[in-house]
């Protein structure tokens, strides 16, 4: 009989199929989203045959009409993933659309989402948003999803996410840009073509002045070349001892170039000017047509050899922007710089400013600011390390001792005349009482006691900041409790030190050795067996009350073992009796015996979806609960009418 | 089905259940139409389906937005999908901006039974009203004393035209079109009437079921009714095949032929599930004729039937309808029954036509396979299929969102049209149609296939 009834039960269970325990275990669960693996291993169970398809369309309807959301959600997700992959998923649960949709997003009214309630409306958002995605990839072989995608959008005016539409108004949007951007990109073109020529030439022309002036200023700077070195190296020689090798390499080179003087100031000038016009005008615009060169979509002869032009045409004016920077004519990054040193200056920053970077006439002031700046840069910093590093250095060694071993004092004015021990000036100031009403002592003197008196430095107490534990005992829904307490937690407890799992660590040994440590080594007899006798107290007494709280515990468990095996009993004699008629219902029995106790042993680890319909009971519903209790009410309610009695009685004394 | 063929071909089948055998398969294999979609124009519940009895093509329908559409349901308007989902589009809408139109919804409409040419509508407005369907002009307009429920004219007629109409008004009235009158006031029932049923057997026959639970016939030649149906008079199973019953009505060779036919395949069927035949059917068919004698008051001999309160339903009966063949009624009440009633006799054959809510409040329409096997009810927001003589649920579609109001069971196409509140009208065919081409299933294979590839 027995061997015959599990055999049933194992051929129902094989019957059941793999994918239905697996969608059973996935939906019972509270996580947002189903677990990978289960919903991996649900996939590939469904895809080995067609009956595990229809096995799984049955097990995630049957969890669709379980009354609780979550298991809802889950299952909804489930069968999103079936249903994006099998057809015949698809064909078998298309049939019951209807209902589906009915659990899934709840429209009818009599047939609303079962709680809990956040989770329902996400329940609801998330099968309207799946049933959009559905009807747009299988809506045309699905009868059923385009009437119950057609029925909530039109009769029952759901709002639907409009994913597919909105994704396909975006790319709509963005193409017309791109168009748009073409065409102005084509306006450009065009009107480059008209241009090109003209601008073409005024840049070949300010290249070719700049190349003249050039080859003037190169031809007329040859004489000038000796004079130039013997001036330079001169005046290094006098202002910058130090950094001597380096600079005199570089005024060699420099003495190579040409220098702006009086004569060649004005070729300079024109220079300068050109090479302002090619850098801040000319150089932008070729950038910008190159630009639009390369970015126009026209197959074009034209645009070809335009864009060469112009490349070459860049290559030229970097290489007359180079040439003129040998000049020493910087002019691009000139103002620029200009404005920074200027603000350099303005925020009292000082910078010692490389000599070569400016133009070389004027080095000689240069060169004399910078030994300035250098100057004023030394003293402070000079004047820094004697405050902050060097204090003590200079002190004899006894009092640098004491000055170390000396406590802080805060600042007051008792510091003014700290030490001193002499009267002081009552009116120390001069100030001239004259309108005063009373006798003017200006020569009244405060005796230095009271000044003592009056000084005596106080100070407020205060706690050294300690840091409280967490008391860190591990909580029910993971985590570790944050309560931070002195000795006792309210819910935990005394505090111990605890490890990170939140398991006491037992100290008490280790505290132990660590004061046997010392008195092992010898220091004090007397002490050490003092020491001893209250730690073998102490530890006694902590023995004595862990054996009576092991006892209870041992009592209380098998109090509790009893107990279970007492309604152990009984279940079984009931089942017996109830319903030794058919194998089916025992099996049945026991199988939900063995899901009750998978749920018991989940229970301790983590929610339950039961946990997740309970509600929460808030300081409100206590309140209420106080309140509208039966005896307060009956309180008030006689409260009420002994004030009233009273009342009656005094304004009829009279009266009964 | 190749094998049938052969069989046809070589005379081993003879044509007639050749044809039945096709179609009775494919009525059974009825789904929701994948293919086949008709675009309701109607803002309001479809109430009343009708194809037209000529050519099977042009679907009727009235919703209750006071509007009525026609569709040609052979030739679709629009293809979609690429060209897999054929659309049928109103081919004419005729609702409230009509000058002549309903003003409020419509409860039933019909085609003339001989002629696509004309339609007629019934309306809560009180109006019956008759359409030209090529002008879309009212020709004709009956104004009823109360809220239309139901109208129905006779498919058999030959000698006049008359669409009978039930109304809030305890009296039925038949409208003439010819002269454009009511030529006939019936007054039996003590509530209004909700459905109406020409008999297919005899043009002069008319069957109504009321508010009052009542179902009368009328003989329209004669004054009164002439037989009230009691729930409570029953006979065990269908009728015996006995030609002497069917004489006297007048019955035409052919459907004494099928009923034969039919009954033969029902003795094995009576032996198994009624077990005992109707040994008492003579005798109370005597006492009904009987009582039907024994009138108290010294009436017209045609209104003693006044009297009779007999009831065919607890409730009201919403909604009638007569076989094929003529000779049994189905009727449907508010007290969620189906009753099927053997015309002749008057008996309830106490078919148990298992478990089904049925909407009260509305009339609505039943539907009738062409042999007769399969009468299709709507249950709320499904419709079952039942089988007439085991009353055993042989099909149930889903498909509609909210109460179904309406089928039509066009036995041209073997395809069934149902008409609900929530504005559709769904098809429903067989899945293997001869237009299925190759290379539509190609089409479908491409976009519509299993994708495990993750």
Not at chain 2, 150 to 170: K, N, P, R, W, Y
Not at chain 2, 387 to 401: A, M, N
Request: with cysteine.
């Amino acid at each position: 009989m027995e061997s015959e009834e599990t055999m049933t039960q194992e051929r129902e269970i094989e019957a059941e199929g793999v994918v239905a325990r697996l969608i059973e275990m996935a939906t019972d669960s509270t996580d947002q989203e189903v677990d990978p693996r289960l919903l991996k291993a649900i996939k590939s169970a469904a895809r080995s045959s067609d009956n595990e398809v229809r096995d799984a369309v049955r097990a995630l309807m049957n969890q669709m009409k379980k009354p609780h959301s979550q298991v809802r959600y889950l299952a909804v997700l489930i069968i999103d993933l079936l249903f994006m992959r099998s057809k015949l998923f698809r064909t078998l649960l298309v049939v019951n659309f209807d209902q589906f949709l009915s659990l899934s997003i709840g429209f009818r009214r009599n047939l609303p989402l079962p709680p809990p309630s956040t989770v329902a409306s996400t329940l609801r958002s998330k099968s309207i948003e799946l049933l959009e995605k559905w009807n747009a990839s299988f809506g045309i072989h699905y009868r059923q999803l385009r009437l119950g995608f057609d029925y909530l959008k039109n009769t029952l005016k759901f709002h639907f996410p409009n994913r597919l539409e909105n994704a396909a108004r975006l790319q709509q949007e963005r193409r017309e840009r791109e168009i748009r951007s073409k065409q102005i990109l084509l306006k450009k073109f065009q009107n480059f073509k008209e241009s090109y020529s003209l601008i073409k030439d005024k840049i070949q022309s300010t290249i070719d002045e700049i190349g003249e002036c050039i080859e003037i200023l190169h031809a007329k700077g040859d004489d000038e070349f000796v004079s130039y070195i013997a001036t330079d190296d001169d005046e290094l020689e006098e202002s910058r001892p130090l950094a001597l090798q380096q600079i005199r390499l570089d005024a060699l080179k420099e003495g190579q170039k040409v220098y702006e003087s009086s004569e060649n100031m004005a070729i300079f000038d024109v220079l300068r000017e050109l090479l302002r016009l090619l850098i801040s005008k000319h150089f932008p615009l070729v950038q910008k047509w190159m630009s639009v060169l390369v970015r126009v979509d026209v197959t074009d002869k034209f645009r070809d050899t335009a864009l060469k032009e112009f490349i070459d045409l860049r290559n030229h004016i970097l290489s007359a922007k180079e040439k003129c920077a040998e000049l020493g004519c910087v002019f691009v990054d000139g103002p620029v710089q200009n404005d920074d040193e200027k603000d350099l200056w303005e925020d009292g920053k000082i910078e010692i400013d490389g000599p070569g970077e400016s133009s070389g006439p004027n080095s000689e002031a240069k060169d004399s600011v910078n030994t300035v700046t250098s100057n004023n840069d030394k003293a402070p910093a000079l004047h820094a390390n004697k405050s902050s590093d060097t204090r003590f250095l200079n002190l004899p060694p006894e009092k640098r001792k004491l000055l170390s071993i000396a406590p802080v004092v805060e600042w007051g004015p008792f510091l003014d005349n700290w030490g001193l021990n002499r009267d002081a000036p009552a009116n120390q100031r001069g100030l001239e009482l004259e309108s005063h009403w009373g006798r003017v002592d200006s020569d009244a003197v405060i005796p230095a006691e009271k000044i003592a008196e009056l000084s005596v430095h106080r100070t407020v107490y205060k706690e050294q900041p300690v840091e409280i534990q967490p008391c860190n005992a591990p909580l029910k829904k993971g985590g570790l409790c944050q309560r931070r307490d002195l000795k006792a937690c309210p819910f935990h407890g005394p505090i111990v030190p605890r490890d990170t799992e939140g398991n006491p660590i037992e100290q008490i040994p280790s505290s132990v050795e660590s004061k046997n440590q010392p008195s092992a080594s010898g220091v004090i007899d007397t002490d050490q067996d003092l020491d001893l006798d209250k730690l073998t107290v102490e530890r006694l007494f902590k023995q004595a009350v862990k054996n009576v709280r092991e006892s209870d515990i041992m009592k209380k468990t098998s109090k509790r073992a009893k107990l279970a095996r007492v309604r152990e009993h009984n279940e079984a004699v009931l089942r017996d009796a109830a319903i030794a008629s058919t194998s089916y219902s025992q099996a049945f029995g026991e199988r939900e015996e063995a899901v009750e106790d998978n749920r018991m042993g989940r229970k301790t680890k983590k929610p339950t979806l039961n946990s997740m319909l309970r509600k929460k009971i808030t300081a409100k519903d206590r309140i209420s609960k106080r309140l509208l209790s039966a005896r307060a009410t009956d309180a008030s309610i006689h409260q009420l009418m002994q004030g009233e009695d009273l009342k009656y009685r005094e304004a009829f004394p009279n009266q009964w | 089905m190749w094998k049938e063929v052969r069989a046809r071909e070589e005379g081993a089948l003879p044509p007639n259940s050749f044809a039945s055998r096709i179609r009775s398969r494919r009525t059974s294999s009825l789904e929701l139409s994948q293919r086949k979609e008709i675009v309701s124009p109607h803002h309001g519940a479809v109430n009343s389906l009708q194809v037209d009895l000529i050519e099977g093509r042009y679907l009727l329908s009235g919703a209750s937005d006071a509007s009525a559409a026609a569709f040609d349901v052979q030739h679709a308007t629009d293809r979609e999908g690429n060209g897999l989902i054929a659309k049928h589009k109103s081919l004419f809408v005729v609702d409230k901006q009509l000058e002549f139109g309903h003003k409020y919804a419509i409860s039933s409409v019909l085609w003339y039974p001989v002629d696509t040419g004309l339609f007629v509508t019934g309306s809560l407005d009180h109006h019956v009203k008759v359409w030209d369907t090529n002008s879309v002009q009212v020709v004709m307009d009956f104004k009823m004393p109360g809220k239309v429920y139901g109208m129905a004219m006779s498919a058999i007629a030959t000698t006049h035209m008359l669409i009978a109409a039930g109304s809030e008004d305890v009296q039925v009235r038949l409208c003439d079109i010819a002269s454009g009158a009511f030529t006939h006031t019936l007054s039996g029932h003590r509530d209004g009437v909700m459905s109406l049923e020409w008999s297919a057997s005899s043009e002069w026959i008319l069957m109504t079921g009321g508010c009052d639970g009542a179902i009368r016939f009328w003989d329209i030649r004669r004054a009164g009714c002439f037989l009230v149906l009691d729930q409570s008079r029953s006979q065990l199973g269908r009728r015996p095949p006995l030609s002497t019953n069917t004489v006297n009505k007048g019955l035409t060779s052919r459907m004494a032929s099928s009923g034969q036919y039919s009954a033969k395949g029902l003795v094995s069927q009576r032996k198994s599930s009624l077990g005992n035949t109707m040994k008492q059917l003579p005798s109370l068919r005597k006492g009904h004729f009987l009582s039907k004698g024994s009138t108290v008051q010294r009436l017209h001999p045609g209104m003693t039937s006044g009297q009779n309160r007999a009831t065919a339903h607890y409730g009201a009966v919403t909604g009638l309808k007569a076989t094929g063949d003529g000779m049994y009624l189905i009727s449907s009440g508010s007290d969620s029954r189906l009753r099927l009633w053997d015309i002749e006799s008057g008996c309830n054959t106490l078919v148990n036509f298992e478990a089904m809510r049925l909407q009260t409040s509305k009339g609505m329409k039943l539907a009738v396979n062409d042999d007769s096997s399969l009468v299709f009810t709507p249950c709320m927001a499904t419709v079952k299929a039942y089988d007439l003589w085991s009353g055993t649920v042989k099909k149930t579609f889903h498909g509609h969102y909210e109460s179904v109001n309406c089928c039509h069971f066009s036995s041209l196409d073997q395809e069934l049209y149902t008409g609900s509140n929530d504005r559709q009208i769904l098809v429903w065919s067989t899945p293997f149609s001869a237009a299925f081409e190759e290379q539509d299933r190609e089409k479908v294979c491409s976009t519509d296939q299993d994708n495990w590839s993750d």
